[in-house]
C-alpha cells in the first residue's frame, strides 16, 4: 500500500537486538492538501466555542451551588447535632424542673400547713390576751374598789384622828379643870382654915359665956373635913373615871388607827403588786401582738415568696415547652429543608 523504509525499534523492558523493519507510508498523505477553507467551518468553531463557554459557565455555576449545597449541609449537620444535643438536655432538664416545681409546691403546701397552725396559735394567743384583757379588767375595778375603800378608810382615820385631837383637847380641859378645882379646893380649905381661926379668935375674946368652943370647931372641922374628903374623893372618882374612859377611848383609837393603818399598808401593797400584774400584762400583752404581727408578716411573706416562684417555674416551664414545641418546628422545617438538598445534590450528581 505504499513504501516501506528501515526502522529500528526498541522493547519497553530495554533494548533489543538491532533490526531493520519495513516502513509504510500513507501515499494519501504525500498528496498535496486542498487548502480551501470551507465557510462553514468559522461559524461551527465560533458555535463550538461559545457551547464550550456556555458549558464552562454551568460548570462553573453548578460547581458553586454544590459547594454552597455543601456548605447549607454540613451547616444543616451542625445545627442538627446542636438541635439533639439541646433536646437531650432539656429532655434532661425537665425532670429537674419537674422535680424543683414538685419540691417548690411541697414547701407550698408546708407553708398553707404553717399558716394553718400559726392561724391556731393566734386564735390560742388571741384567747389568752383576751383572758389577759378580762383579768386586766378585773384587777383594774379590783384596783378602783380598793381605792374607794382607801378613800373611804381615809376618810374614818382623819375622822378618827379627829376625834382623838377632841380627845385629847377634852383630856386638856379636864386636867386644866382638874387642877383648876383641887387649886379652888386648897383655896376654899385655906379661907375655911383662915376663917375658922378668925371666928375662934372672935369666940376667945368674945368669950363671954360658957360655951365649949373647941368641940365645936373640932365639929365644923370634922363637917369640913368630911366635906372635902367626899368632894375630893368624889373630883378623884370623876378624875380617875374620866381618865380611864379616855385611855380607853384613845386605846381603843389607838388600835382602830393601827387596824387603819395596816389596812392601808395592805391596800398599797395590794396596788402596788396590781400595778406590777397589770405592767407585766401589758408587756406580755405587747409581746404577744409584736409576735402575732411578725408571724402574720413571715408567713404571708413565705406564702407570697412561694407563689412567685411557683408561678414564675409554671411560666418558664410552659415557656421551655413552647421553646421545645418551636426546636421540634424548627427541626422538622430543617429535616425537609436538608432532604431536599440531599435529593438536589443527588440529581446533580
Known amino acids: 500500500c505504499g513504501r516501506t523504509f528501515g526502522y529500528r525499534s526498541g522493547g519497553v523492558c ?8 519495513s516502513v509504510s507510508v500513507n501515499e494519501s498523505l504525500l498528496t498535496p492538501l486542498n487548502l480551501e477553507i470551507d465557510p462553514n467551518a468559522q461559524c461551527v468553531k ?6 464550550i463557554k456556555c458549558l464552562n459557565s454551568r460548570f462553573a455555576a453548578f460547581i458553586d451551588k454544590v459547594r454552597f449545597l455543601e456548605q447549607q449541609n454540613k451547616l444543616l449537620e451542625t445545627k ?23 419540691t417548690l409546691r411541697r414547701e407550698a403546701e408546708c ?64 386636867i386644866q379643870e382638874i387642877d383648876f378645882l383641887r387649886r379652888l379646893y386648897e383655896e376654899e380649905i385655906r379661907v375655911l382654915h383662915a376663917h375658922i381661926s378668925d371666928t375662934s379668935v372672935i369666940v376667945k375674946m368674945d368669950n363671954s ?27 378623884e372618882s370623876w378624875y380617875r373615871s374620866k381618865c380611864e374612859e379616855m385611855k380607853a377611848t384613845v386605846i381603843r383609837h389607838g388600835e382602830t388607827l393601827r387596824r387603819t393603818k395596816e389596812e392601808i ?25 409584736t409576735a402575732v404581727t411578725q408571724s402574720e408578716q413571715q408567713g404571708e411573706a413565705a406564702l407570697s415568696d412561694a407563689r412567685c416562684k411557683l408561678a414564675e417555674l409554671e411560666a418558664a416551664l410552659q415557656k421551655a415547652k413552647q421553646d421545645m414545641a418551636c426546636l421540634v418546628k424548627e427541626y422538622q422545617e430543617v429535616m425537609n429543608s436538608k432532604l431536599g438538598l440531599d435529593i438536589e445534590i443527588a440529581t446533580y450528581r
Request: with cysteine.
Open 46 to 51: 465560533h458555535e463550538e466555542k461559545e457551547q
Open 80 to 102: 442538627w447535632q446542636f438541635y439533639q444535643n439541646r433536646k437531650c438536655c432539656e429532655s434532661n432538664l425537665e425532670p429537674l424542673f419537674e422535680g424543683y416545681i414538685e
Open 111 to 174: 407553708v398553707e400547713a404553717d399558716s394553718g397552725r400559726l392561724a391556731s396559735e393566734l386564735n390560742h394567743v388571741q384567747e389568752v390576751l383576751e383572758g389577759y384583757r378580762k383579768k386586766y379588767e378585773e384587777e383594774v375595778a379590783l384596783r378602783a374598789t380598793a381605792e374607794n375603800e382607801f378613800v373611804a378608810l381615809k376618810k374614818e382615820v382623819d375622822c378618827a384622828y379627829l376625834r382623838k385631837s377632841d380627845l385629847e383637847a377634852n383630856s386638856e380641859a379636864l
Open 209 to 235: 359665956r360658957d360655951l365649949n368652943m373647941d368641940c365645936i370647931v373640932a365639929e365644923i372641922k370634922a363637917q369640913y373635913d368630911d366635906i372635902a374628903s367626899r368632894s375630893r374623893a368624889e373630883a
Open 14 to 21: 530495554g533494548p533489543s537486538p538491532p533490526c531493520i523493519t
Open 265 to 289: 399598808n395592805e391596800l398599797n401593797r395590794m396596788i402596788q403588786r396590781l400595778t406590777a400584774e397589770v405592767e407585766n400584762a401589758k408587756c406580755q400583752n405587747t409581746k404577744l401582738e
